[in-house]
């Protein structure tokens, strides 16, 4: 399970740094990974000029085979993506995953042109 997060954060990572352009100077990337009581979190994120990409967990995240649906979230666990303005977050409250989508104007229901996109 902890491969299939890693994969998947990689992917994404990967897709964010297609959108950066390598020659720039003004390019940051920063990676951090940290370990306490069995839980995990880990921050990765990309600025530069024409792009600002943030990716972060913490907790146990489990996905479905596919690796396109959050089946769970530990308690106290999260995931975060955040592409420019648009963000994604997720976390675990209670009964189960809860699923957010906005961006720089307000929340984006999943089902909507723009919730859809981010899904994506």
């Known amino acids: 399970m902890k491969k299939e997060l890693t994969y998947t954060l990689l992917v ?15 390019s940051l ?3 951090t990974t940290k370990r306490t009581f069995g839980e995990s979190y880990k921050s990765s994120s990309i600025e ?9 967990y913490s907790g146990h995240i489990v996905f479905d ?11 106290g666990g999260y995931i975060s993506y955040k592409k420019n303005e648009k963000r994604l977050f997720a976390e ?3 009964r189960g995953v809860d699923i957010e989508l906005s961006d720089d104007k307000g929340v984006l229901g999943p089902n ?8 994506a």
């Open 12 to 26: 994404l990572f990967v897709i964010g740094l297609i959108g950066c352009d390598p020659g720039n100077k003004n």
């Open 92 to 94: 675990y409250r209670g």
């Open 112 to 119: 909507t042109p723009e919730g859809k996109k981010l899904i």
């Open 29 to 31: 990337t920063v990676i």
């Open 65 to 75: 085979k596919f690796r396109t649906k959050i089946k769970s979230i530990s308690p």
């Open 48 to 56: 530069n000029d024409s792009i600002t990409l943030k990716m972060e």
